[in-house]
């Protein structure tokens, strides 16, 4: 997946239910976000916060509903994997 207009569309996906994330990204979907490269990625990986139970539903949906369309997309493509990387981090950090 191309990482900007995945999440630009989730973001109309979680507006249509009326949810929102704000998230800090890392990883290779950042690098793509702030614009230092185009490539695909397989995910998203959020460092902070932990998301929240409907906003992995409404994620899983959402890779479900690309799916139908012929996108490649996992359910687990929005992911706090590197979530323990905070815990190394200093203090002020965000």
């Known amino acids: 997946m191309l990482p900007r207009p995945t999440i630009e569309a989730f973001d109309i996906w979680l507006a249509d239910r009326s949810l929102r994330l ?10 793509a976000l702030l ?6 990625t397989r995910d998203f ?21 690309l799916r139908r369309e012929d996108v490649e997309l996992s359910d687990d493509w929005l992911n706090n994997g590197p979530m323990q990387l905070a815990e190394v981090l200093p203090n002020g950090w965000r």
């Open 22 to 31: 704000d998230a800090i990204v890392i990883g290779g979907s950042a690098l």
């Open 35 to 40: 614009g230092v490269t185009n490539r695909q």
């Open 45 to 65: 990986d959020i460092l902070h916060p932990e998301l929240p139970e409907a906003i992995n539903s409404a994620a899983r949906e959402f890779a479900s509903h």
